[in-house]
T-cell receptor
Framework: DAGVTQSPTHLIKTRGQQVTLRCSPK?????VSWYQQALGQGPQFIFQ???????QRGNFPDRFSGHQYPNYSSELNVNALLLGDSALYLC????????????FGPGTRLLVL | LAKTTQPISMDSYEGQEVNITCSHN???????ITWYQQFPSQGPRFIIQ???TKVTNEVASLFIPADRKSSTLSLPRVSLSDTAVYYC???????????FGKGTKLSVIP
């Protein structure tokens, strides 16, 4: 049983570019959440997708957008990249009818130069 | 607004039992207590979750007093591979987001 998978594992972009990160949830899960983790900090909630719609959003600008597909996989898009967007981006999946225990993927390390 | 308070760091020798206490004075009736473990450059790994009294699994035990204002994660006989950051969270039942603090950095010394 595959857990949460994310791609790519590492990415280097320059300021102003756009990036798309991908996530496949754990088998049986229908909800995907995205988090940003800066060095030395805990993960910060970006948004959550359920039934292909954004269900809740954290304190992130509109440059951060997402999408969920019918197979529950998800994408995180970041436009007009800033140096401060350099971080580990984590995807977590869960089953909404459970206790909302979220299972995390390995993350995508994004470096913006 | 931080919901939990836990020590920034702890050191322990291999083979010892480690107890990490988390304070959550404003925990709500429908909040659970959840602990995650995170190794460098990896995603957090769910360890244990409880609501009251004691919960035990193959990895750890979670002790929650009756007033639920604090909880203690107990790791029996730690090894070097337990060196990680441990996060205490109190997600509400049905809440969508997990709110992480800075966690407790546990260093296991040989």
């Amino acid at each position: 049983d595959a857990g949460v998978t994310q791609s790519p594992t590492h990415l280097i972009k320059t300021r102003g570019q756009q990036v798309t990160l991908r996530c496949s949830p754990k088998s049986g899960h229908d909800t995907v959440s995205w988090y940003q983790q800066a060095l030395g900090q805990g993960p910060q909630f970006i948004f959550q997708y359920y039934e292909e719609e954004e269900r809740q959003r954290g304190n992130f600008p509109d440059r951060f957008s997402g999408h969920q597909y019918p197979n529950y996989s998800s994408e995180l898009n970041v436009n007009a990249l800033l140096l401060g967007d350099s971080a580990l981006y984590l995807c977590a999946s869960s089953f909404w009818q459970g206790k909302e225990t979220q299972y995390f993927g390995p993350g995508t390390r994004l470096l913006v130069l | 607004l931080a919901k939990t308070t836990q020590p920034i760091s702890m050191d322990s020798y291999e083979g010892q039992e480690v107890n990490i206490t988390c304070s959550h004075n404003n925990i709500a009736t429908n909040d659970y207590i959840t602990w995650y473990q995170q190794f460098p450059s990896q995603g957090p790994r769910f360890i244990i979750q409880g609501y009251k009294t004691k919960v035990t699994n193959e990895v750890a035990s979670l002790f929650i007093p009756a007033d639920r204002k604090s909880s203690t994660l107990s790791l029996p006989r730690v090894s070097l591979s337990d060196t990680a950051v441990y996060y205490c969270l109190t997600p509400g039942a049905g809440s969508y987001q997990l709110t992480f603090g800075k966690g407790t950095k546990l260093s296991v010394i040989p």
